[in-house]
């Protein structure tokens, strides 16, 4: 990538950074790197309501090839010291998604210049963090022909640059689950005539142990109680409403459906015998996230053209990401970039994405668009 191009990059990536937006209100953000990719290239630019997509036409017959970056921030305060430092207070760019943003607007510029030998997207997806958009923008895939998809993240603990991937679950399916249940209230004095919850989410906590006891799974599955709220601070009334708070997650999707329905059979069983009524919401939902061997085959290969540092992924990121609804559709892969040994966790204060890394994304990204 030309220098000129990548500190045209690091100032887009400090103007996104500044300006941090919440999951589903990205509209500044959106706008800005529409307005970026006007200015600059000659592609296709498409509104999709809360998301949009790029598009290079090379007017050849091979499967299109798609990338995928988010837009959107999360609702944790910016402590970095740098001049753009968010100017939005107790929101900040803290996974790094101003970063993958930007590396797809690099990817334009190469497109720009260097062309590809197949129509390319690059889908600026809306929502990740609270997994609402990926379902919606994998919808184009099929649409369009795609064959190919790809997404990245940068990993903090990771030597910079260093790419990794693997085959299979590369991140955890995960939802929050809020299980609420209603009693009879009564006098704190007489608890005999009402209908207390305390006592069915007392036990569905202590029976989580035993739900995942680790012979019971072919992969890992997690069950992490979030909240417990039962009941007012009044003295004097019985507690006859509650709610639990949870976030299931597997290693395999299929597994954290078995456990989702294992904890609605208890919650039902349990509220029966107590004779309180109940029903369960869910928020927050992520497929799992799992590599096809072909797509990840093509990231080796490319690591390998470029001279990168490469290393097989050690194990699955317990972690999630609304990605997993792309290989649904397309044949799909996501890698990693790492951002530093030394660098702050995601989701911390601290943490901000290195700008050095668009180079390396930029480059990789553009060579996964080449015939094989």
């Known amino acids: 990538m030309k220098r000129d191009h990548e ?3 690091i100032e887009l990536r400090h103007q996104l950074h500044q300006h941090p937006e919440l999951s589903l209100e990205e509209h500044w953000t959106q706008e800005h790197l529409m307005r970026f990719l006007q200015e600059h290239t000659r592609l296709e630019i498409v509104p999709c309501g809360k998301w ?29 010291d740098a001049p753009y430092v968010s100017q939005v207070p107790g929101h900040g760019h803290k996974c790094g998604h101003d970063g993958h943003a930007v590396s797809l607007c690099g990817l334009a510029l190469e497109l720009e210049e260097r062309g590809a030998d197949r129509d390319v997207y690059l889908i600026f997806q809306h929502g990740e963090e609270i997994g609402a958009g990926g379902e919606e923008c994998a919808r184009l895939l099929p649409e369009k022909g795609i064959g190919l998809v790809y997404g990245w993240h940068n990993r903090p603990g990771l030597q ?19 299980l609420h249940f209603d009693g009879v209230p009564s006098h704190a004095s007489m608890p005999e005539a009402g209908k207390c919850p305390a006592f069915a989410i007392a036990k569905i906590v202590n029976q989580i142990p035993a739900l995942l006891a ?6 890992q599955v997690f069950c992490t109680v979030i909240q417990v709220d039962v009941g007012e601070p009044a003295f004097g009334t019985q507690a006859s409403r509650g709610e639990l708070l949870l976030t299931i ?4 999707e299929r597994e954290m459906d078995m456990l989702q329905e294992q904890l609605e059979e208890l919650a039902g069983q349990l509220a029966k015998e107590d004779g309180l009524t109940w029903n369960v919401r869910y928020c927050d939902e992520f497929p799992e ?24 992924a050690p194990q699955p990121y317990r972690g999630s990401d609304d990605f997993g609804y792309y290989p649904k559709k397309a044949l799909g892969a996501m ?38």
């Open 335 to 372: 890698f990693e970039i790492g951002a530093g040994e030394d660098c702050p966790p995601i989701h911390t204060v601290h943490y901000d994405f290195p700008d050095d890394l668009l180079s390396t994304a930029v480059a990789l990204m553009w060579e996964l668009t080449r015939k094989d």
């Open 52 to 80: 949009f997509y790029a598009c290079y036409h090379s007017g050849s017959d091979l499967p299109g090839i798609a990338f995928r970056a988010e837009l959107d921030a999360l609702p944790v305060r910016d402590e970095i």
């Open 289 to 312: 996230s799992s590599n096809h061997p072909e797509a990840t085959k093509r990231i080796r290969a490319a690591v390998k053209t470029l001279g990168l540092a490469y290393r097989e």
């Open 214 to 219: 680790a012979d019971c799974w072919q992969g």
């Open 249 to 252: 997650r597997g290693q395999y």
């Open 160 to 178: 910079k640059g260093m790419v990794q991937t693997m085959d299979g679950t590369m991140y955890y399916a995960s939802k929050g689950m809020i």
């Open 7 to 9: 500190l045209l990059l």
